[in-house]
């Protein structure tokens, strides 16, 4: 803020007092000398604008306080307060007010985060109260902490823990029913039909999945793939081993691995000799090992809780796709989790698949934009340095940027690719198929021929807005000439306003 008269509050003013650089909060605070309390959004963020009965003091505690308040729990930032302070004024804050609901959320996250044990007794009486505010955040099965009588229902543990706030947006979302949409939506079509649209989107969103990173997959690769799209929701594929076979299954056996990456992976493109462009960089092979258990974990423990599929999914992809494991498939195996947990949590129906690569396919600017919710501030802050083979060493500490991710971008822009999907990709295919099928009984209507020739012909007339070009009219050459007005004006009919 370029306006000097306002003070900083909360985690701004922390991070100003100990020059810590984390991943940046959702919201900064001030103190106006004068005026009514204000929001500014702007992009990514939103400034709060409070007038001075909420100003809170300048110690410590009373900073740490009002962010609990008021700017919600940020895990990055307190772990990274909390290595910067003594300890004895932590136990200061807590002395203070033992009692009060964010002195002892404050106690129990500097311990949860640090590890260490603070040289205070347990509390033995008083109510418990909730680490996150359900109303403000999605919430895991609380788990009680006696000492601090505290209810633990963070996401994640203390090896990986994101958190996704209740915004509007995603309010807005769960109140659509998407998933009863769906299954209401599919009721009017013919179960002939479904099961041909199912065969053909399950490649569709493999060849997708596989386009968004600029590979063309040989048959068997795409059938290796189909193969597992049609398992997921089916098995347990959260665990280390599973994984590993997921990956081998997917990649060039070249490159598949028999374990997570042990050394430093990278994305980026190379722009000459000894130039390269470096769209994100993945967490330190030192760190990785410790960052995997807890994202399967987290990732566990939001499947068995009562959390809306496309959240669970959302951090459970992204979050994987962030930890970058394996040397390949990195990308493919992240999209391949969306449809596993809304599989898993009952949110696609039964033998169906949502082609969500094929909707992030069509809008890839938008899913760049959201791999750079992360990889852009990330890049900010991360220091490299990369030799004549393109071999990176990561220089900064950076574990606590990939552990404690504020998800609820992702969750929202994945609602918004999973909505595209239902009422794009997958009607556009059902659609579609209603259309083709009137085409094909009309041209039946008129010659009586072989399937074969009957697609071949549809294909083709499509491909020529609705005509067969001349140079394929020899392929039909039994056909006379009125007899083909006739069809193109069926393929016609059929193509006038509709998605074929």
Not at 127 to 151: C, E, K
Not at 299 to 319: C, E, H, K, N, Q
Request: proline content about 4%; overall charge negative.
């Amino acid at each position: 803020m370029a306006d000097k008269r306002l003070k900083t509050v909360g985690y701004g003013a922390l991070l100003e007092r100990y020059r810590l650089n984390p991943l940046p909060n959702w919201c900064v605070s001030y103190i106006a000398p004068q005026g009514d309390r204000k929001s500014v959004v702007a992009q990514d963020l939103t400034t709060e604008i409070y007038p001075t009965r909420y100003d809170p003091g300048d110690s410590l505690g009373d900073h740490l306080e009002f962010a609990l308040k008021y700017e919600g729990v940020n895990l990055e930032i307190l772990k990274a307060v909390f290595q910067a302070v003594e300890a004895k004024d932590v136990v200061a804050f807590v002395h203070d007010k033992p009692s009060g609901k964010y002195v002892r959320m404050g106690w129990f996250l500097y311990e949860f985060l640090t590890g260490r044990c603070l040289d205070l007794p347990d509390l033995n009486q008083g109510n418990y109260i909730d680490l996150l505010d359900p109303d403000r955040y999605y919430t895991a099965t609380s788990a009680r902490s006696q000492r601090h009588r505290v209810n633990n229902n963070l996401l994640g543990n203390a090896l990986f823990c994101p958190v996704v706030r209740r915004t509007e947006a995603l309010r807005e979302y769960e109140s659509q029913t998407l998933d009863k949409k769906t299954q209401e939506l599919l009721h009017h079509y013919p179960e002939d039909l479904l099961r041909r649209a199912v065969s053909y989107l399950y490649t569709k969103e493999t060849r997708s999945s596989f386009e968004i990173e600029h590979v063309e997959p040989s048959a068997q690769r795409t059938a290796r793939f189909v193969s597992l799209l049609r398992r997921a929701g089916k098995e347990d594929h959260l665990n280390k081993p599973a994984l590993v076979a997921l990956q081998r299954a997917i990649v060039d056996e070249r490159f598949a691995g028999h374990d997570y990456r042990d050394f430093q992976n990278y994305v980026g493109e190379s722009v000459g000799v000894n130039r390269e462009i470096v769209h994100y960089v993945a967490p330190k092979p030192g760190d990785l090992s410790e960052l995997m258990e807890g994202w399967l974990q987290c990732s566990r423990g939001m499947l068995d809780a009562d959390i809306p599929p496309v959240v669970t999914a959302a951090v459970v992809a992204f979050g994987f796709v962030f930890l970058h494991p394996f040397e390949d498939g990195n990308g493919r195996l992240h999209r391949f989790l969306i449809h596993h947990i809304l599989a898993r949590k009952g949110f696609t129906p039964a033998g169906i698949v949502f082609p969500v690569s094929a909707a992030m396919l069509r809008q890839m600017d938008k899913y760049d934009e959201t791999l750079e919710f992360f990889s852009r501030p990330l890049l900010e802050r991360v220091e490299y340095r990369l030799n004549p083979n393109g071999e990176m060493t990561v220089l900064t500490e950076s574990a606590a940027f990939y552990r404690y991710l504020d998800m609820t971008r992702f969750a929202e822009r994945l609602f918004e690719f999973v909505e595209a999907t239902i009422g794009g990709e997958l009607v556009g295919e059902l659609d579609f198929l209603v259309h083709y099928d009137a085409i094909k009984r009309g041209l039946q209507e008129i010659v009586d021929m072989p399937d074969r020739k009957l697609d071949l012909f549809i294909r083709l007339c499509i491909q020529n807005r609705g005509r067969l070009a001349k140079g394929k009219r020899e392929q039909f050459a039994r056909i006379n000439d009125r007899e083909l007005a006739a069809m193109e004006g069926v393929v016609q009919a059929q193509m006038d306003g509709n998605r074929i």
